[in-house]
């Protein structure tokens, strides 16, 4: 019986002592492979200045705010939604804004396309998001009209293709379309 039970107590000192030495070096891995600050901090102030950047270049891929025609003008910014900076494995999701100048006849072939109706007479209740004009960010601000009258479509949020969530807020006077866009 006592040999037994020295038995017993070697195996579980040595399952102990196993356990122990697996987690070190899982712990050990894991220090190995992670940045250092200053790497950290030199992602976290590269994200920073792309997040700040207002851009021009035209939206690509264009399928992804449908019916925009051959547009003039176009501003628009991305901003990290999680961060990208992390070790976590995972994607990090984005979030964009933008304010696109639209040829007169393409706003108003786009608010008939879509029907767009006046966003004052919407019913903020129904709608899939809480997104408004109101939320542009505010590098923006200067390319939206001064007294927009923004119309909205639900029709167009939900037009394919539609790999990002999408809410458009068309103002025909103006020939403007203020964008936002997330990644699901």
């Not at 220090?31 to 790497?39: C, E, G, R």
């Not at 976290?44 to 021009?56: F, I, N, P, W, Y």
């Not at 025609?69 to 804004?97: F, K, M």
Request: glycine share 4%; hydrophobic share 40%.
């Amino acid at each position: 019986m006592k040999t037994r039970k020295l038995v017993l107590v070697v195996v579980l000192a040595a399952a102990t002592t196993a356990l122990l030495a697996a987690g070190g070096c899982v712990a050990a891995g894991i220090l190995l492979l992670q940045d250092s600050p200053a790497d950290v901090r030199s992602c976290q102030k590269s994200v920073q200045a792309a997040e700040a950047k207002l851009r021009t270049d035209r939206w690509d891929p264009p399928e992804e705010l449908p019916g925009l025609g051959d547009y003039p003008e176009i501003h628009w910014q991305s901003r990290a939604l999680g961060n990208p900076c992390s070790l976590v494995p995972g994607p990090t999701d984005w979030a964009y804004q933008g304010v696109v100048k639209l040829r007169p006849e393409d706003a108003r072939a786009l608010a008939q396309q879509y029907e767009f109706q006046p966003y004052a007479s919407v019913n903020l209740d129904e709608l899939p998001h809480s997104s408004s004009p109101a939320d542009a960010w505010p590098a923006l601000m200067p390319f939206l009209p001064a007294a927009p009258r923004w119309l909205y479509s639900r029709s167009y949020d939900e037009a394919d293709p539609s790999p990002r969530w999408r809410v458009g807020f068309l103002d025909v006077e103006h020939q403007t379309l203020f964008f936002l866009l997330n990644d699901h």
